[in-house]
């Protein structure tokens, strides 16, 4: 061969590499396969012709061609990086891991190859380990812009938000050009995190100084949505769409919050358009078998479950798929089935939140469950209230979720002079603001005793003023967050006015639809029926405690009786919040209004008794909580 063009081998192969580069891969191929012809084991040729095959997009022979040049020379750190890009190409992930691995261990100044290794480690779902490297890697190069934006993300994705929050701020420093996005993410993150209050002084920035950014736009009807402006919201996703293409991503989001305010003709819409783009989209097939009344198709069906074969090694994409195939089971009534999905998806997603440090500690519950007791004693309650609002106008509708909490809120915000706001975090967040408050800055609810009596006042009134900036005409505005039964003390104290709801179902009804609810971490407990049992008697204790101490004050609202005996249900639950009764607060499921809880198509339909005993289509199966009784009344 370099008798023919006067060159050696390796003067041959870097010719090629410059046709390469030159956008010529016909004459590099021809260089290399002439090199190849008189030395078939040349492991520059092997790489420069696998670089050739990759840009061609044939990833599987560049694979085999790198491969082959690392069996002759495995300490050329080139050739390991275009392993990797071609594995990634490939979306052969775990092979593209090793490779990067093994080219920044050659060359630890190759910025890119961390990067993709980052990102490859996320798509293995290994988030941790990913999380680790990113950060090992910023210790020496803080500036490395890739893995900041990487870190940030990967840090959302998983709830560690702090970590992510640090990585935005550093960039807003390193590449202040990019401050536009970056003040997006961010806001993006606050929304996450569920600070949605916080997430809008950063859209508004950009939309000040770029008042048509699309991007901006999409973000703000995000917040909109997040604090609970469902139908707001759609209108900036809509002038956000206007005259764009929009990514799958976007028309997911915009699918689950058309479903959320009822119009599922305009979700499945959606969903038809990404799965005929991507029909292997395990987050819209999981949509679609909630939103369909039976559930994927059976092509569907076939296609999810052959994907399950294929992803042994990617757990959350196994999880979706048990969640999609539990949904489709359950809407054919095929509960047993539905059961037994649910079971492995439960018990993946258990898996991963104790692999993050986030999986149901009883210990550590059980403690914050006694110090609440041991904190809000009858002196405590009764020296700080007198410092309260008393408004009427805020009532709080507490319990275990899945309990009737929506439904509940659902009849009252359904009276011509109440209006129903979903969950807001707003007292779990002011209980961290006591914290601050306090001199000792002692963790809640340790902080609450020591608070100066003039931060009350000030609390009060900072709630009361943000639910009525939502409805300025509502005489009574009820926060349905289940959680807030651990706050029964602040909220007494803040508001002793405020009429509070307790609502009580059939434990192993309610345990097993949250067993089936998917929640976030906030309920690891969800995912396990043991768990769940556990979290219940706790609950079931500490609601104990508040009748105790606030007899006659809280009222239970008895599932059974909302559905057996609607009406005389619903005319006490009024009359507790001071509402006469009224005949529209029946067909509360016309609502045009949004919901955004596990129970949103449940409550777009007439009060139903077939969720009572819901919990035998499951018996044999259920040994965990099949001995819980109901809770007593409060």
Not at 165 to 175: H, M, P, Y
Request: proline share 5%.
């Amino acid at each position: 061969m370099s008798q023919k063009v006067g060159l050696t081998p390796e003067q041959a192969v870097v010719l090629a590499a410059q046709h390469l580069s030159e956008e010529n891969p016909i004459e590099a191929k021809r260089i290399c396969d002439m090199v190849l012809t008189a030395q078939p084991n040349h492991a520059e040729a092997l790489n420069v012709l696998g670089s050739t095959s990759l840009k061609e997009g044939d990833a599987e022979s560049a694979i085999q061609l790198f491969e082959n040049s690392l069996q002759k020379h495995d300490q050329f750190w080139q050739v390991w990086n275009n392993l990797g890009l071609a594995c990634l190409q490939g979306k052969s992930f775990e092979r593209a891991t090793q490779a990067f691995e093994n080219t920044v261990a050659l060359n630890p100044d190759h910025t890119p190859s961390w990067a993709n290794l980052v990102q490859c480690l996320v798509a293995c779902e290994e988030h941790q380990r990913a999380i680790q490297i990113a950060q090992d890697r910023l210790k020496d190069h803080p500036n490395d812009i890739n893995v900041l934006i990487l870190l940030s993300r990967i840090s959302t994705t998983t709830g560690q938000y702090n970590i992510a929050f640090t990585a935005l701020q550093k960039l807003l420093d390193f590449k202040p050009e990019a401050a536009t996005d970056i003040k997006l993410e961010i806001a993006a993150l606050l929304i996450a995190a569920n600070f949605p209050g916080r997430a809008k002084k950063w859209i508004e920035e950009v939309m000040l100084a770029e008042p048509e950014n699309k991007a901006a736009l999409w973000v703000y009807g995000e917040m909109l949505k997040q604090s609970g402006l469902v139908e707001k919201a759609i209108e900036y996703f809509e002038a956000s769409c206007d005259g764009q293409e929009i990514s799958p991503k976007n028309k997911l989001s915009l699918a689950h919050t058309y479903t959320d305010l009822n119009r599922t003709k305009e979700a499945k819409v959606l969903l038809d358009e990404i799965l005929v783009a991507e029909p292997f989209n395990i987050s819209a097939l999981v949509l679609a078998a909630q939103i369909q009344d039976s559930g994927l198709t059976p092509e569907q069906v076939a296609r999810l479950q052959e994907m399950a074969h294929t992803m042994v090694e990617l757990p959350q994409r196994r999880e979706n798929i048990e969640y999609a195939l539990a949904y489709t089971a359950e809407a054919k009534k095929e509960y047993i089935t539905a059961f037994q999905h649910y079971r492995k998806a439960n018990a993946l997603h258990k898996a991963s939140l104790e692999a993050q440090k986030k999986g149901y500690n009883r210990k550590s519950v059980e403690y914050k469950f006694k110090q609440i007791k041991r904190v809000f004693t009858p002196e405590l309650i009764t020296r700080l209230s007198a410092f309260g609002n008393p408004s009427k106008v805020p009532v709080f509708i507490v319990g275990m979720p899945r309990s009737g909490t929506t439904l509940s809120e659902r009849v009252i915000g359904n009276h011509s002079k109440a209006a129903g706001v979903g969950e807001l975090m707003d007292i779990p967040h002011l209980s961290l603001l006591i914290r601050e408050f306090s001199q000792s800055k002692k963790k809640y609810p340790n902080c609450l005793p020591e608070l100066d009596e003039k931060y009350i006042p000030i609390l009060a009134e900072g709630y009361l003023r943000r639910l009525q900036d939502w409805e300025p005409q509502a005489d009574r505005i009820v926060n349905k967050l289940p959680g807030n039964f651990l706050f029964v003390g602040l909220i007494r104290i803040l508001f002793p006015n405020a009429a509070i709801i307790h609502c009580v179902r059939d434990p192993r009804d309610t345990l097993i639809s949250c067993f089936f609810a998917r929640f976030g971490s906030g309920l690891a407990y969800s995912f396990d029926l043991k768990d769940g049992a556990h979290q219940y008697a706790l609950y079931q204790d500490m609601m104990t405690y508040w009748t105790s101490l606030f007899p006659n004050e809280i009222y239970t609202s008895l599932y059974s009786d909302m559905v057996t005996q609607p009406e005389q249900a619903i005319t006490k639950l009024l009359a507790h919040c001071g509402l006469d009764w009224e005949e529209e607060c029946l067909n509360f499921h016309t609502s045009k209004k949004a919901v955004r809880t596990a129970s949103r198509m449940q409550v777009r339909k007439p009060i139903y008794t077939s969720s009572l005993e819901r919990w035998r289509r499951y018996e044999g199966h259920i040994d965990e909580i099949q001995h819980l009784s109901l809770s007593p009344k409060g």
